[in-house]
């Protein structure tokens, strides 16, 4: 029997599976790039007004770094510079998350042994996941040229542009797969995968904003920016890529066929053989997740200090009056002389990244009901309620924790660089303090998802904290909500370099709203049956 026997089976069988996720990702960036083609053609309706803003994005590191590469007074090069940064890193995005799912998650599982039973070759599942995640990926690529070339793009163009966001989705794909074959778990395999990514964009960002050009040429995510679609074409770059893609795999299958089914490659650090400390539900869920939330807290500490250290960008950028400069000043409201309002946008970034963080403790939630863990300390005394009441205990204060890391690190490194430390420190602990309410908010709304309809409870997660990010950092600032829309709960912290008064409000009705949304949850959890 061949090693790929069964290749074409469990491709469909993924396709089945991937039919409720992938339509949503290719949505969203075909969204995100008519968004961005629609921005630039409402704000700078004029070849005067693109040509001023392409010499201010020119000017300033820090702006010409969010777009990446070199940036032309033409619509086509103008929108896919805005939108580049966001679509080849959720096309990667995808592949990370749809490969992990299809290999190491269904190890996790016990899925994987019951399929490896049949007619099945030891390396048709990793091929089979690793060609339907290049599979989403082209989707969302040719989904993007499509629209593009329907409204009047140069055809060459949008083509290249689609293959760049196809080709970051390839390479991530490769990226997983590996880790998929490293990790024990798909948790720490997602780990590994989104941390690389992570580190390929700083990289890139870098990058452009210092003028090293070799990070760019390092970062897998940079070279889909180095493409350089409505330019020139680097089509060459595509080659690159590809050629990451399949040594990536080539490592995946040699590690594959060195492990056992439901093994890692990393060795697994031993526990202790007992221990009196598990003597609650927090103490548990807290065992659980500690690790978890140290490689957070690290994660946020390093984003918080990078753009901590733009700040002296931003002075720059306010010290060089031009239209995007007014535009940005009108629209936050705040003087041109408050630097800390401009770096406190900053710190909202890494609030609605924070959210995220309860998303997945409540994910975790289901994760344990459907392995069974759950139901075998559910045979001890320990109540269904206490169980889960454990979890978020746990969520809500390192959700807390994660976001005074932030302020902390973040007010710090500003006040030695721009600002005053007496003065703006406690301004950044108080104010990132502030929006712990908000990521609560998202968070219950996934609780009483899981709750109430247990088995959509994880697209509708997703689901929330996308819209939420969405629309207050994307479609919002678009539009002139620099403050997020009305719709998501973050729009409703005060910037605290505002010059307001604090008023306790928005975080108190927050609060509410949170109780209420986390009582339904539970209260339904309470009810309905148990790992179903």
């Given at each position: 029997?061949?090693?790929?026997?069964?290749?074409?089976?469990?491709?469909?069988?993924?396709?089945?599976?991937?039919?409720?996720?992938?339509?949503?990702?290719?949505?969203?960036?075909?969204?995100?790039?008519?968004?961005?083609?629609?921005?630039?053609?409402?704000?700078?309706?004029?070849?005067?007004?693109?040509?001023?803003?392409?010499?201010?994005?020119?000017?300033?590191?820090?702006?010409?770094?969010?777009?990446?590469?070199?940036?032309?007074?033409?619509?086509?090069?103008?929108?896919?510079?805005?939108?580049?940064?966001?679509?080849?890193?959720?096309?990667?995005?995808?592949?990370?998350?749809?490969?992990?799912?299809?290999?190491?998650?269904?190890?996790?599982?016990?899925?994987?042994?019951?399929?490896?039973?049949?007619?099945?070759?030891?390396?048709?599942?990793?091929?089979?996941?690793?060609?339907?995640?290049?599979?989403?990926?082209?989707?969302?690529?040719?989904?993007?040229?499509?629209?593009?070339?329907?409204?009047?793009?140069?055809?060459?163009?949008?083509?290249?542009?689609?293959?760049?966001?196809?080709?970051?989705?390839?390479?991530?794909?490769?990226?997983?797969?590996?880790?998929?074959?490293?990790?024990?778990?798909?948790r720490t395999a997602t780990m590994i995968g989104?941390?690389?990514?992570?580190?390929?964009?700083?990289?890139?960002?870098?990058?452009?904003?210092?003028?090293?050009?070799?990070?760019?040429?390092?970062?897998?995510?940079?070279?889909?920016?180095?493409?350089?679609?409505?330019?020139?074409?680097?089509?060459?770059?595509?080659?690159?890529?590809?050629?990451?893609?399949?040594?990536?795999?080539?490592?995946?299958?040699?590690?594959?066929?060195?492990?056992?089914?439901?093994?890692?490659?990393?060795?697994?650090?031993?526990?202790?053989?007992?221990?009196?400390?598990?003597?609650?539900?927090?103490?548990?869920?807290?065992?659980?997740?500690?690790?978890?939330?140290?490689?957070?807290?690290?994660?946020?500490?390093?984003?918080?200090?990078?753009?901590?250290?733009?700040?002296?960008?931003?002075?720059?950028?306010?010290?060089?009056?031009?239209?995007?400069?007014?535009?940005?000043?009108?629209?936050?409201?705040?003087?041109?002389?408050?630097?800390?309002?401009?770096?406190?946008?900053?710190?909202?970034?890494?609030?609605?990244?924070?959210?995220?963080?309860?998303?997945?403790?409540?994910?975790?939630?289901?994760?344990?009901?459907?392995?069974?863990?759950?139901?075998?300390?559910?045979?001890?005394?320990?109540?269904?309620?206490?169980?889960?009441?454990?979890?978020?205990?746990?969520?809500?204060?390192?959700?807390a924790a994660l976001m005074a890391v932030a302020?902390?690190?973040?007010?710090?490194?500003?006040?030695?660089?721009?600002?005053?430390?007496?003065?703006?420190?406690?301004?950044?602990?108080?104010?990132?303090?502030?929006?712990?309410?908000?990521?609560?908010?998202?968070?219950?709304?996934?609780?009483?998802?899981?709750?109430?309809?247990?088995?959509?409870?994880?697209?509708?997660?997703?689901?929330?904290?996308?819209?939420?990010?969405?629309?207050?950092?994307?479609?919002?600032?678009?539009?002139?909500?620099?403050?997020?829309?009305?719709?998501?709960?973050?729009?409703?912290?005060?910037?605290?370099?505002?010059?307001?008064?604090?008023?306790?409000?928005?975080?108190?009705?927050?609060l509410i709203i949170t109780a209420i949304l986390?009582?339904?949850?539970?209260?339904?959890?309470?009810?309905?049956?148990?790992?179903?």
């Amino acid at each position: 029997m061949s090693a790929l026997t069964g290749t074409g089976r469990l491709i469909r069988l993924a396709l089945r599976r991937e039919r409720a996720i992938a339509p949503w990702w290719v949505l969203l960036i075909v969204a995100l790039a008519l968004i961005m083609v629609n921005y630039i053609t409402t704000r700078m309706g004029t070849h005067a007004l693109k040509v001023e803003y392409t010499e201010t994005i020119s000017r300033n590191a820090f702006l010409y770094a969010l777009g990446g590469g070199t940036v032309e007074p033409r619509l086509e090069v103008l929108a896919t510079w805005r939108s580049g940064g966001f679509l080849y890193v959720f096309s990667a995005f995808a592949a990370v998350m749809s490969v992990i799912r299809h290999t190491r998650g269904e190890e996790d599982g016990g899925r994987a042994e019951l399929v490896g039973s049949a007619a099945v070759g030891r390396r048709a599942p990793l091929t089979a996941a690793i060609l339907v995640a290049a599979g989403v990926s082209a989707a969302c690529g040719l989904a993007v040229a499509v629209v593009l070339i329907g409204i009047g793009f140069e055809p060459v163009g949008s083509l290249a542009y689609a293959a760049a966001v196809a080709a970051a989705g390839w390479v991530f794909g490769g990226i997983a797969a590996v880790a998929a074959q490293l990790a024990r778990n798909a948790r720490t395999a997602t780990m590994i995968g989104l941390s690389v990514l992570a580190v390929s964009y700083v990289m890139r960002y870098a990058g452009d904003a210092t003028g090293q050009h070799y990070l760019i040429s390092l970062s897998p995510i940079g070279w889909s920016h180095l493409v350089r679609p409505y330019q020139d074409e680097r089509w060459w770059m595509l080659g690159l890529s590809i050629l990451a893609g399949i040594a990536l795999l080539a490592v995946a299958y040699r590690l594959r066929d060195r492990r056992d089914l439901g093994a890692g490659i990393l060795p697994e650090r031993l526990g202790p053989a007992g221990t009196t400390r598990l003597r609650g539900p927090i103490s548990i869920a807290w065992r659980l997740h500690r690790s978890l939330l140290v490689a957070w807290a690290a994660g946020v500490a390093f984003f918080a200090a990078a753009g901590a250290g733009l700040s002296p960008f931003v002075r720059d950028l306010l010290a060089r009056p031009s239209v995007v400069t007014d535009g940005i000043i009108t629209m936050l409201g705040m003087p041109a002389a408050a630097i800390g309002g401009y770096s406190w946008y900053l710190i909202l970034i890494l609030a609605y990244v924070v959210a995220l963080y309860p998303v997945l403790m409540t994910l975790r939630l289901r994760e344990e009901e459907t392995s069974g863990r759950a139901e075998a300390v559910q045979a001890t005394p320990l109540t269904r309620l206490r169980w889960a009441g454990g979890h978020l205990v746990v969520a809500g204060f390192g959700t807390a924790a994660l976001m005074a890391v932030a302020g902390l690190v973040f007010g710090t490194l500003f006040s030695v660089l721009v600002g005053d430390l007496s003065t703006d420190l406690p301004r950044f602990l108080t104010g990132s303090l502030s929006m712990v309410p908000a990521a609560w908010c998202v968070g219950a709304v996934c609780v009483l998802a899981y709750g109430l309809l247990p088995r959509a409870g994880t697209a509708i997660c997703w689901i929330a904290w996308i819209l939420t990010a969405a629309s207050g950092q994307v479609v919002g600032p678009l539009y002139g909500l620099w403050g997020g829309s009305p719709l998501e709960p973050f729009h409703y912290i005060p910037n605290p370099f505002g010059g307001q008064p604090f008023n306790v409000g928005p975080q108190a009705a927050l609060l509410i709203i949170t109780a209420i949304l986390l009582y339904g949850g539970l209260l339904t959890l309470r009810r309905r049956d148990f790992g179903r």
